[in-house]
C-alpha cells in the first residue's frame, strides 16, 4: 500500500518521532551510501511560487541518489488542460513520487487519490505539513519541545497555524495564536484539535497577552499566495499583528524567533527581530532539507515503512 503526506493529522506520534529519528541520523553526516532514491524520479509540481520547498526537495532528492523533474503550472495546465486524475495516472507510469504545492487542497487531495505512487504536499491553501514537521524538529534539536513549551503565532490563522494545529494533535505543547477577529484557522481543524485534549490551545486577540512569557514566537505573511486580491484588507486588518522588539521583550529572555520564510520585513516582523540573535529562521530553512530527505526515505524508501529503520542502515553502513 502506498503511504502519503498530505497532512499530519494521518501520521502517529511513533511515526513522527521515526522520521525525526531519520533525519538527525541523515544530517548528521553526509550519508553518500544512503540512496534510497537510485533510479527513482520525482515529479515535482508547483501550481504557486516556491524558493525553498522547491530546492530543498530538488537537492534532496539528488541527495539520496534520484532525478527530479520541475512541473510548473504553466507546463501541465493541471485541472484545465487536463484533469487532476490524468495527471496523476499518468505521472505514476513515469515516477516514483509526487510532490505538489496546490492552489486548492482539494487538488492534492485528488492527485494522492488517483496516484499510485507516494504524493507529498508541498503547500496547499489549508496545509503545510513540511513546513511545520521541520519547525518542530529545529525545536526538538534545541530541546524546545515540551508540553510547557509555548508556541505563539502572531498573525493570521493561515495553512501554516492549521498545520501547528495538527502537529498538537500528535506531540504536546502549548500553542497560543493571537489573530484579528474573522482571521482564525479553519475551524473543523481547530476543533479537532481541541477534541484531541493533548496540547494546551488558545485563541487570543491580544498580541501582546499571547507573547507574554512564549519560548517561541513564530509568524508568517499577512497575505498568503492566492489571497493577493484581498490585500487592502488584509494590511489593514494585522497592521498591529507584527513580531518587533517591543514584542520580544514580554516573551521569555531565551525565547526564539521563527518564520517560515518569505518573510515582509517591516509587516509581520522587523528586520532587526529577524536578523536579530533571537531568530532561527535559517536553521527553519536548512531543515526542511533534512527532514523532507526523512520523509521521501520514509515513503519510498524500498517500498516499506520498516526498510528505513535507522539502526538496520547503521549496521549496514558500519559493517
Ligand atoms: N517556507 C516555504 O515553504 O517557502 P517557499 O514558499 O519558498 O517554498
Ligand atoms: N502562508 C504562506 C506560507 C508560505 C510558505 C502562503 O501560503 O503563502
Redesign the pocket.
Known amino acids: 500500500m502506498k503511504r502519503d503526506f498530505i497532512s499530519l493529522s494521518t501520521f502517529s506520534q511513533e511515526e513522527i518521532e521515526e522520521i525525526f529519528s531519520l533525519t538527525c541520523w541523515l544530517k548528521e553526516k553526509p550519508r553518500q551510501e544512503f540512496r534510497p532514491l537510485a533510479n527513482k524520479t520525482a515529479a515535482l509540481i508547483f501550481e504557486?511560487?516556491?524558493?525553498?520547498?522547491?530546492?530543498?526537495f530538488g537537492v534532496g532528492i539528488a541527495q539520496l541518489g534520484g532525478q527530479s523533474l520541475f512541473l510548473s503550472q504553466q507546463h501541465i495546465g493541471l485541472s484545465t488542460r487536463e484533469s487532476v486524475r490524468d495527471v496523476a495516472e499518468v505521472l505514476s507510469r513515469y515516477n516514483n513520487l509526487i510532490v505538489a504545492?496546490t492552489m486548492e487542497h482539494a487538488t492534492v487531495e485528488d492527485l494522492a487519490t488517483h496516484a499510485t505512487i507516494p504524493v507529498i504536499n508541498?503547500?496547499t491553501d489549508v496545509l503545510?505539513p513540511?513546513?511545520i514537521i521541520a519547525d518542530a524538529y529545529t525545536l526538538r534539536e534545541r530541546g524546545l519541545l515540551s508540553e510547557e513549551t509555548k508556541i505563539t503565532f502572531i498573525g493570521d490563522g493561515n495553512n501554516v497555524v492549521n498545520s501547528w494545529l495538527e502537529l498538537a494533535e500528535k506531540i504536546p505543547f502549548h500553542f497560543v495564536l493571537a489573530c484579528p477577529e474573522g482571521y482564525e484557522p479553519d475551524a473543523q481543524i481547530l476543533d479537532h484539535a481541541r477534541k484531541a485534549n493533548l496540547s494546551r490551545i488558545e485563541i487570543l486577540r491580544d498580541p501582546f497577552e499571547a507573547a507574554t512569557d512564549a519560548d517561541v514566537l513564530y509568524t508568517d505573511v499577512w497575505v498568503s499566495?492566492g489571497q493577493e486580491n484581498d490585500e487592502a484588507a488584509r494590511q489593514k486588518a494585522f497592521q498591529s499583528y507584527q513580531i518587533n522588539s517591543e514584542l520580544l521583550r514580554v516573551a521569555r529572555p531565551n525565547c526564539v524567533v521563527m518564520h517560515?520564510?518569505?518573510a515582509h520585513r517591516g509587516q509581520e516582523i522587523t528586520a532587526d527581530v529577524l536578523e536579530g540573535s533571537q531568530s532561527i529562521v535559517l536553521e527553519e530553512?536548512e531543515n526542511?532539507l533534512h527532514v523532507q530527505k526523512a520523509i521521501m526515505a520514509y515513503l519510498i524508501g524500498n517500498g516499506e515503512k520498516s526498510s528505513v529503520d535507522i539502526q538496520t542502515h547503521s549496521e549496514i553502513l558500519t559493517a
Open positions: 504557486k511560487p516556491s524558493l525553498r520547498t522547491h530546492v530543498s504545492r508541498a503547500l503545510h513540511c513546513q499566495m517560515c520564510l518569505p530553512a526542511r
